[in-house]
């Protein structure tokens, strides 16, 4: 069964970089058949795609974000992992890992459980 | 950027029907779309219940289905359990230049 944790800080400072690693357990990242995707939700609010990534490193990322947003595979520590710079407070939301796991075009169906990222000073 | 809507609320009886539907500001939802439907319940991570218009995953109940009606995406739950109450959102592929594109959600009340 796969599985997937998010970790990392829970409060960024504005204008500063917000870095999230998601580790997986229960396959290998470098998978065929898998893409691995992150996904926001603020507060109150719905959900919003933020980028994909192949484990050969192709990445696929919203245009709304695509200037601020990097996400990058480390096939060793089976990880993944986004970073996200010159954070604002309309950033602040719950990050959520998660997989394409029988090709991109079948999205999300194994989640990680959401870490909150609140950006404050 | 395309939009994707959805109602903000629903509200069905147990045991009632109710689809839910998701359209898009570029036109006619397709199968190229590849319409995915996810539940999430408060405090929860979304689960994903409906991939590429109609198909269900290996956990998702027979009563949710999916399909394409009247040029949108949509989703019916048939004989809706209590236990359906959540907030439904769907996801549409936009292309490749926009990626994935979520609606706003569809508060769904079992009452």
Known sequence: QLQLQESGPGLVKPSETLSLTCTVSGGSISSTSYYWGWVRQPPGKGLEWIGSIYYSGSTYYNPSLKSRVTISVDTSKNQFSLKLNSVTAADTAVYYCATHSSGYYLPFDYWGQGTLVTVSS | ?111
């Open chain 2, 1 to 111: 950027q395309t939009v994707v809507t959805q109602e903000p609320s629903l509200t069905v009886s147990p045991g009632g029907t109710v689809t839910l539907t998701c359209a898009s500001s570029t036109g006619a939802v397709t199968s190229a779309y590849y319409p995915n439907w996810f539940q999430q319940k408060p405090g929860q991570a979304p689960r994903a219940l409906i991939y590429s218009t109609n198909n269900k995953h290996s956990w998702t109940p027979a009563r949710f289905s999916g399909s394409l009606l009247g040029g949108k995406a949509a989703l019916t739950l048939s004989g809706v359990q209590p236990e359906d109450e959540a907030e439904y959102y769907c996801l549409l592929y936009c292309g490749g230049a926009q990626g994935w594109v979520f609606g706003g959600g569809t508060k769904l009340t079992v009452l």
